[in-house]
T-cell receptor, first 112, second 110 residues
Framework: DAGITQSPRHKVTETGTPVTLRCHQT?????MYWYRQDPGHGLRLIHY???????DKGEVSDGYSVSRSKTEDFLLTLESATSSQTSVYFC???????????FGDGTRLSIL | DAKTTQPPSMDCAEGRAANLPCNHS???????VYWYRQIHSQGPQYIIH???NNETNEMASLIITEDRKSSTLILPHATLRDTAVYYC???????????FGKGTMLLVSP
């Protein structure tokens, strides 16, 4: 299995609070991605990174920001969490955009 | 990306081959066929991908028709641990996102 660790695995928080999810990889892959998975919507790309300090928006980026200061870490931040951001969040990595993406085990986030 | 169509569910007896079909009749020449699966409460797992030739790895075989409008994922000897949702995805290489549809829920029974 690809060396991907997501933390925390579960989090419950209140509306309006900031939340940061972390994705850590040990594969030295250049590309990292954040997806969310919701019933009826499948997985949707939030943001991705193609190198340190290089990021771009995905399909559902509103309300989310990301940062990548090191190759191994990709952070997803909800500046002011809303109930609509309750979801399961998956991180994925790939060596380059032509290679398959490999996923972490996800973070289950509940915003009350 | 081309749209894919998969049956919502399939059953398979343990030890038998599981053949999961996927229709992608609008596929373009530069689009690859990817297969992933997701076991309950886990992240999606990459299985295999191909362009036009049949592919095989330690997990499965991928058979793509000559016109590339459909493909079949074959798990040669299904086990209970293969029970999962299987996703067929068509994707242009170099493109950032994977678009997951509803997939096929494969239930492997003893």
């Amino acid at each position: 299995d690809a060396g991907i660790t997501q933390s925390p695995r579960h989090k419950v928080t209140e509306t309006g609070t900031p939340v940061t999810l972390r994705c850590h990889q040990t594969e030295n892959h250049r590309y990292m991605y954040w997806y969310r998975q919701d019933p009826g919507h499948g997985l949707r790309l939030i943001h991705y990174s193609y190198g340190v300090k290089d990021t771009d928006k995905g399909e559902v980026s509103d309300g989310y920001s990301v940062s990548r200061s090191k190759t191994e870490d990709f952070l997803l931040t909800l500046e002011s969490a809303t109930s609509s951001q309750t979801s399961v969040y998956f991180c994925a990595i790939s060596r380059d955009p032509n290679q398959p993406q490999h996923f972490g085990d996800g973070t289950r986030l509940s915003i009350l | 990306d081309a749209k894919t169509t998969q049956p919502p569910s399939m059953d398979c007896a343990e030890g038998r081959a599981a053949n999961l079909p996927c229709n992608h009749s609008t596929i373009s020449g530069n689009e690859y066929v990817y297969w992933y699966r997701q076991i309950h409460s886990q992240g999606p797992q990459y299985i295999i991908h191909g362009l036009k030739n049949n592919e095989t790895n330690e997990m499965a075989s991928l058979i793509i028709t000559e016109d590339r409008k459909s493909s079949t994922l074959i798990l040669p000897h299904a086990t209970l641990r293969d029970t999962a949702v299987y996703y067929c995805i068509v994707r242009v290489t170099g493109y950032s996102t994977l678009t997951f549809g509803k997939g096929t829920m494969l239930l492997v029974s003893p």
